[in-house]
């Protein structure tokens, strides 16, 4: 059946009036062209958006665990939101529980009596530090870490470099005297001066070309040159030395404290191999911690095993000595060693080196069999890694040994002739032990 057509639509069109008509159609067109161009990109960005949604639902039935994964990311953001928020409330009262130490601190200090506001400045880092020790979340907070920065720069302008050379010789007969009376120490001027000789003849020769410019650096920075024996402990001044815990240089600095002490890194340069700038780094290094913890072996210890974790023994147990802490087992066995071990190689690079006397040296080992004071002497060695309590452990143990093969002579001149350096003969025979223990330890493994 044929539609009836609307009247309009059979006009003939023809001629101006059809003209006309056009114009006049298309007159409103062109006032509000930008109008319709809108309208239209609207209506064709809803189609493809309207197709993508088709295609999007087809593909979820599909690809339903794209929209967990999405979930999941949502959840972890939120997670680190919301710890962040934790970690910044924790920041805050951990301040205000340090800030009543430093008013104290201050008021003290204005009426003269310095010592006992250095004591509360002291007291007041220590809760900033203990509260965020390596590894905690709060480290990162740069309220805290402003915080400790502040108390540290007080307590360095309160330590006059006067009195910090003074009472810090490695030599004659103040703490350096008494330090040498260390059991802990005469062992390691005994070692240094037998079984590890070797090693230290190749730091002095390693020092020889950079002590001008330490010894400099030190005393600029108000820190006593015999504490360049810390370089030596840590890697016998090599400044290409590389730890698994991704400690560099001379001075071994880890990413996060290299950073803390303005060395970059970056994709061609590692500034904490650089002799002369990681010196300066660890001088201040040295330097702030002395003043946080107003004591040279806490301050070794802290260089060592972290600044966060010696306060937090302190805090926790009120114990402001190094050897009460290291003879009641309140610090790893390594730091126990580490602190002793720069003392004496300290004083043998920098001070009196007259062998330490046979009696002494010998306080450890005069009970045991040949055998067991062996394993003793060894085990004496600031790197002589902890027992591993799985194969894991002891394949980490076996690596850091081979690192400080690195640089080490094969053989050496003793006597007149050449023969195996003994420092090479010793961390091999390390490495075989702790290989034969990892065996044993993943055959265990495997059995239970």
């Known amino acids: 059946m044929r539609k009836k057509l609307n009247k309009t639509t059979v006009e003939p069109i023809g001629g101006a009036a059809a003209v006309g008509r056009i114009r006049h159609v298309c007159r409103p067109l062109r006032r509000d062209s930008n109008w319709h161009f809108s309208m239209l990109l609207s209506v064709f960005l ?6 993508h949604g088709q295609s999007v639902e087809a593909n979820v039935k599909k690809d339903g665990e794209q929209d967990k994964a999405g979930n999941v990311n949502i959840e972890i953001y939120l997670d680190h939101l919301i710890s962040k928020a934790v970690i910044a409330g924790d920041a805050a009262s951990v301040i205000r529980e340090a800030d009543k130490y430093r008013i104290e601190a201050s008021q003290k200090l204005k009426t003269g ?20 020790p390596d590894g905690d979340f709060k480290q990162e907070d740069p309220l805290l870490r402003e915080y400790l920065r502040e108390i540290t720069k007080e307590l360095v302008e309160l330590d006059s470099p006067g009195a910090t050379y003074s009472s810090l010789s490695v030599d004659g007969n103040s703490v350096g005297g008494s330090y040498a009376a260390q059991p802990r120490v005469a062992a390691f001027l005994n070692y240094y001066q037998g079984r590890g000789r070797a090693r230290l ?9 950079y002590r001008p410019m330490m010894a400099q650096i030190f005393r600029q920075e108000g820190v006593p040159e015999w504490l360049i024996g810390v370089g030596f402990v840590e890697s016998t001044y090599n400044s290409a030395a590389h730890s698994p815990a991704q400690a560099h240089g001379i001075w071994q600095f880890i990413p996060g404290t290299g950073d803390r002490y303005g060395l970059r890194r970056t994709a061609w340069t ?15 290094y040295l330097r702030d911690l002395h003043a946080l913890f107003g004591d040279w072996p806490l301050a070794l210890a802290a260089y060592n095993w972290g600044e966060g974790r010696v ?10 000595d190094f050897w ?47 055998a067991e004071a062996e394993t003793k002497a060894l085990e004496a060695d600031a790197n ?8 894991s452990e002891a394949d980490e143990q076996i690596a850091r040994l081979r690192e400080q093969l690195t640089g080490l002579p094969s053989k050496v001149v003793s006597g007149g002739r050449r023969i195996t350096n003994p420092e090479v003969r010793r961390i091999n025979k390390q490495i075989n032990r702790l290989a034969a223990e990892s065996d044993r330890l993943r055959k265990t493994a495997l059995t239970s």
Do not use: C, W
């Open 201 to 209: 003849l190749i730091g002095q020769a390693r020092l020889a070309s």
């Open 311 to 320: 306060a937090k023994v302190i805090h926790r147990t009120g114990i402001r």
């Open 270 to 284: 590692d500034e904490r191999g650089s002799p002369e700038k990681s010196t300066r780094a660890a001088a201040r």
């Open 113 to 132: 009596r310095r010592d006992e506001g250095r004591a509360l400045l002291r007291q007041a880092g220590e809760v900033i530090a203990a509260a965020a």
């Open 384 to 391: 002589f890694p902890a027992a591993p309590a799985t194969s």
């Open 324 to 370: 009460t802490m290291a003879d009641r087992g309140l610090l790893p066995q390594e730091t126990a060693n580490y602190v002793p071990s720069v003392l004496a190689a300290s004083r043998l690079l920098f001070g009196n080196s007259k062998p330490i006397a046979p009696a002494q040296a010998r306080f450890k080992f005069s009970q045991d069999s040949r």
């Open 46 to 51: 809803l189609m493809a958006s309207s197709a």
